[in-house]
């Protein structure tokens, strides 16, 4: 019976212990844009874990983690996001993600530009979107 024990808590550690690592990174933004083509930095910075992973993941979310509903695809907006370095706002660093709908997407980082370690935020900018009712929102959730 000890011996059944110990295996289901180390069972359930590696478990928790996995859970963990896949959440690792993530980082739930929800961007206000106020017109087209805006440039919105405000993400929050998220580590790109060293685990050889050459992807950057971006996912748009009907809501936000507080409840908050997106407006952006209702009202014929794109969101146009890249991942950056946080040392280097400016700078390109993954391939362009475009949405017209919430969706995930993954893209490969070009060779070398997948810096492990380092720390990313998140750009967007919204293309053909109606601003006439003032602002509009969407929600992410993404890893670089």
Not at 17 to 28: E, F, H, I, W
Not at 102 to 113: P, R, S
Request: proline share 1%; aromatic share 10%; with cysteine.
């Amino acid at each position: 019976m000890k011996k059944l024990t110990g295996v289901l808590l180390m069972t359930m550690a590696v478990t928790m212990l996995s859970s963990v690592s896949v959440m690792a990174g993530n980082v739930n933004t929800t961007f206000t844009f106020t017109t087209n083509g805006q440039k919105i930095s405000s993400s929050g910075a998220g580590q790109k874990s060293d685990d050889g992973d050459t992807y950057a993941y971006v996912t748009t979310l009907a809501q936000s983690s507080t409840g908050t509903k997106s407006t952006l695809f209702s009202n014929g907006g794109k969101l146009h996001a890249r991942t950056r370095l946080d040392t280097n706002r400016e700078g390109v660093y993954s391939p362009l993600f475009t949405f017209t709908s919430n969706q995930a997407q993954k893209k490969q980082y070009g060779t070398g530009m997948a810096k492990y370690g380092k720390y990313y935020i998140l750009r967007c900018e919204t293309e053909s979107a109606d601003y006439s009712g003032g602002r509009l929102v969407q929600a992410t959730r993404w890893c670089p």
